[in-house]
């Protein structure tokens, strides 16, 4: 290993296949050697604690020893290979290719940055469901950098992760898990991440948002479907709620109303992200699906649980653990199971009815809608609610301020506003469609070479 791979495995941070260990502790070791063995491999870096920091380590042979004989002694026997950089002890761990592992603290799994330790019953669920081939892991022979990869997809997603480019892109994209060792073959989890249009590879991995008049399918309003990258796709479906849901009234004390939808914004991301991490993608029959009626929203996706239903919302096995890891390089995961929370206490904070939670072949989150008891409870009095596409309201201060920039500069690309406003590209681009949604907004010719309008705030 070379200065400028070192380098880049520090600024890149720990991920699906990438663990820091500050001092060298056995049964710490045994169980992230386990949950690589029975992932898609990966590299232990022993004297660099979690803050990415070379803290250093002595390095003997009894050292050496001793983690060789951590590996030997898993069952089956996982093979390793341990290279020395200046004062940092590297293991690297292959693919096992008779999973499942396990060692003295039993059987583990790599989850996003950490290793989850599972029962014997739930490993043998989880592989036999897969197969024992990941499909996220997966290797697409269809999707190749000449047909298929967006280099500006894969730019965006560098930039939003932070990596610093210190390597080959081809470097990274083997170092983030989705290309292998050959340096040609992409995985299905690149092709949902890099595609220029992910019909055309996996037509399965699309969301669909319908949106319906009454509680049942009966009457469609409306329907669209989203088919590009993961990431695209994520977004496209925020922006479908924030066109189809209400904003409502709510006074605080003694402050002025103020303005927010109907549901929050927290528990509607957090849905999303659970139905693109955890769904199965094996399944080629059914896609990803927002559905939005007059008194709930409900995001289904297909594959049941992995864990057992006691534990659901307690602890998180992701079947697709290099989707979860990027997902979480991009900030839209955080610890490892606490996703269902957040969404019951975001609904609790707003005095809303508890999500519904639904098992089976489909997992499905119910969110209800607010009753008009919710509504005059938000205003504090009768106010009305309001849906969107009505007429503009005063813009918040962010709001202001991108169209202050956008007055000045119509052409000005989401990029430059998110870097003027030190704030994530994403948040601009949420903005711009509530600003689109108010009516501050017009959008004037096509994405690209197009420009924006600013409406009378009067």
């Known amino acids: 290993m070379d200065k400028k791979e070192f380098e880049f495995l520090l600024k890149s941070g720990e991920g699906i296949n990438l663990e820091f260990k500050e001092s060298f502790d056995s049964k710490n070791i045994a169980k992230s050697i386990v949950a690589f063995a029975n992932s898609e491999g990966g590299r232990i870096l022993l004297g660099v604690n979690d803050k990415c920091q070379v803290k250093g380590i002595n390095i003997t042979n009894k050292l050496k020893s001793e983690i060789q004989d951590i590996a030997r002694n898993c069952d089956p026997e996982i093979k390793i290979v341990l290279e020395t950089y200046e004062n940092v002890l590297i293991i690297h761990v292959e693919e096992g290719k008779n999973k499942p592992y396990r060692c ?52 965006a997603f560098i930039e939003k992760a932070k990596i610093i480019r210190t390597i080959p892109d081809k470097e990274i994209l083997k170092n983030i898990g989705v290309l292998s060792e050959n340096g040609e073959d992409f995985k299905n989890a690149g092709a949902l991440f890099f595609c220029d249009d992910i019909e055309k590879f996996l037509p399965h991995a699309i969301i669909t948002c319908v949106l319906y008049k009454g509680l049942d399918k009966v009457y469609i309003i409306d329907k669209k479907d989203f088919h590009s990258d993961i990431l695209t796709n994520y977004n496209e479906a925020l922006n479908y709620f924030y066109k189809n849901l209400r904003l409502v009234y709510k006074i605080e004390g003694f402050g002025p109303r103020k303005e927010i939808l109907e549901l929050p914004d927290e528990a509607l991301k957090e849905a999303l992200i659970n139905a693109i991490a955890h769904r199965d993608y094996n399944e080629r029959g059914a896609r990803i699906q927002v559905d939005i009626f007059d008194d709930r929203v409900e995001i289904s996706n297909p594959g049941g649980l992995i864990i057992k239903e006691e534990e659901f919302g307690k602890r998180s096995l992701s079947r697709n653990p290099l989707i979860f890891g990027l997902l979480q390089r991009l900030d839209l995961v955080e610890k490892v199971g606490s996703g269902i929370k957040r969404i019951k206490d975001s609904m609790k904070r707003l005095g809303l009815k508890p999500p519904k939670f639904e098992f089976g072949k489909f997992f499905a989150i119910v969110l209800y809608r607010p009753t008009k008891e919710d509504l005059g409870r938000f205003a504090g009095e009768n106010a009305p609610q309001k849906t969107p596409q009505k007429t503009p309201q005063k813009p918040t201060e962010l709001e202001q301020k991108i169209l202050n920039l956008i007055r000045n500069k119509p052409a000005m690309p989401r990029s430059e506003i998110a870097k003027e406003l030190s704030i994530a590209d994403d948040t601009v681009k949420e903005y711009l469609a509530k600003l689109k949604i108010k009516g501050f907004l017009k959008r004037i010719g096509a994405d690209r070479g197009g420009y924006w309008e600013v409406k009378d705030e009067n």
Do not use: H
Request: glycine share 6%.
């Open 104 to 155: 003295s603290q039993g059987f583990s799994i790599r989850e996003g940055s950490s290793s989850q330790k599972l029962s014997t019953d739930e490993i043998r669920e989880f592989f036999n469901k897969e197969r024992k081939i990941i499909f996220d892991e997966k290797i697409n022979p269809d999707f190749t950098f000449k047909n298929g990869f967006d280099k500006k997809k894969f730019n």
